[in-house]
DNA sequence: GCGTTGTGCTACAGTAAATGTAGCAAGGAG
DNA sequence: CTCCTTGCTACATTTACTGTAGCACAACGC
């Protein structure tokens, strides 16, 4: 039963400047919003399958993001179980598939950190 | 942050998984880091100018997001102050442009939440 | 010199959110 | 019936964010 959802108690950082992209940026910049985007691109999975594809996330986390998922209809839950995208949701998900192409040259790049390396402290550290 | 000695980021989660795009996803999907991209999409702003902008978003979080940036390189400080994306974080922003069409379209679609609105059953539980 | 303003950046208490473990009711298959 | 899987939730712990205040440094005006 999708008993919370965003009903009031979150009014969507930045929909305030009535912007929707704020509201859309907010949404997807909540934790593990993406990823399940990610993993329901190609096939519904379970809530379960979801969640292990997701790095074995909190399922009350899970929970949370699939109902504003839901809310927002980029994902709905299937007939026999299973939550898959909406059409609106296999379009969201269109729109940052580049981002793939795109994470394979990030990795490529001299980026130091985010890998496990420190930053070398060697450049200049302030610019004051 | 006391996982690596970085400066503001941690392992990003998923990367363990060894795919670039889920280190992305996490880096995308902490809060404040795609509305900072957004919000530097047109021209590089001060510390302040972004604050502002990001409706005066704490400068804890907005110091962290930065340096995570910088590190991943999508994100630099320019000589004489204010933040601006680079050459990669510029190409990353030109993916989620398409975003903001979308967004517009998702505000006019029959979709009730997110702007007040709850899926019906809507009761606010209140956990703690 | 001095004070004022504007950078980038940090401390810290308070609060909101995520984690991790456990468990629920409902539905099928055996 | 039991066994198993579905979606989903409780709750204590841990982590992340908020909000306010303030720092050091630099460039301006006086």
Chains 1, 2 share one sequence.
Do not use: N
Request: with cysteine.
């Amino acid at each position: 039963m999708a008993k919370q959802a965003v009903s009031g108690s979150r009014p969507v950082r930045g929909s305030r400047t009535g912007r929707p992209i704020m509201a859309l940026l907010d949404l997807l910049g909540r934790r593990w919003c993406l990823r399940i985007l990610w993993e329901l691109r190609d096939e519904p999975l379970t809530s379960r399958a979801l969640r292990t594809a997701c790095d074995e996330a909190s399922p009350t986390v899970l929970q949370t993001r699939l109902s504003e998922l839901r809310e927002a209809e980029f994902v709905e839950l299937g007939e026999g179980g299973g939550y898959g995208l909406t059409p609106l949701g296999r379009e969201l998900c269109e729109t940052f598939m580049p981002l793939h192409r795109f994470a394979e040259r990030w990795r490529s790049s001299p980026s130091p950190g985010l890998r496990g390396e420190g930053r070398g402290e060697g450049e200049p550290p302030r610019r004051r």
